[in-house]
């Protein structure tokens, strides 16, 4: 719904220049394009630089059991 209003109130053509080529978009599928690169950067981001690495850190290289659910508890 976000997405038909902000494409019926944005209707001017609008320039865009990517060193290579050079088109005109309307006003509002430019908003929505740049949108939605930012969430998919964000998102890629966040799996650099939370998601992955707490993976990396739970998962203890060269362990040798099979089970990857048993937990070892030390002695008291």
Do not use: K, Q, W
Request: aromatic share 4%; net charge neutral.
């Amino acid at each position: 719904m976000a997405g038909l209003t902000l494409g019926v109130l944005n209707t001017e053509a609008v320039a865009v220049d990517l060193l290579i080529a050079e088109m005109a978009v309307p006003t509002g599928a430019l908003m929505l394009g740049c949108f939605a690169l930012g969430v998919i950067c964000g998102l890629l981001l966040y799996l650099l630089l939370f998601a992955m690495p707490g993976r990396l850190r739970r998962r203890p290289a060269g362990s040798g059991s099979s089970d990857s659910r048993s937990i070892t508890l030390p002695d008291a």
